[in-house]
């Protein structure tokens, strides 16, 4: 039996299995309901890291987190 997967659906703004929408319109796959309900959150907290360290390496040429 495959695992289970869960997804974020952007057209109906809730978790979805599956057998869903399309790719597109939604990021998964997740291993349960309560991360695929986080997804958005979860993107969010990612990108802000990526253009903290973006930032970092144009203002010094290196990592945020290298000293």
């Known amino acids: 039996m495959a ?6 659906c952007f057209v109906h703004e809730k978790v979805e299995p599956l ?3 399309r790719a ?11 991360s695929a309900a986080h997804a958005v959150e ?3 907290q990612r990108t802000a890291a990526n253009d903290a360290a973006d930032e970092a390496w144009e203002e010094h ?6 000293h």
């Open 61 to 66: 040429g290196t990592r945020y987190d290298q």
């Open 42 to 44: 979860l993107a969010r």
């Open 19 to 21: 057998a869903g929408c």
């Open 3 to 8: 695992p289970e997967q869960w997804f974020w």
């Open 24 to 34: 597109a319109d939604r990021l998964g796959p997740y291993p349960d309901r309560d």
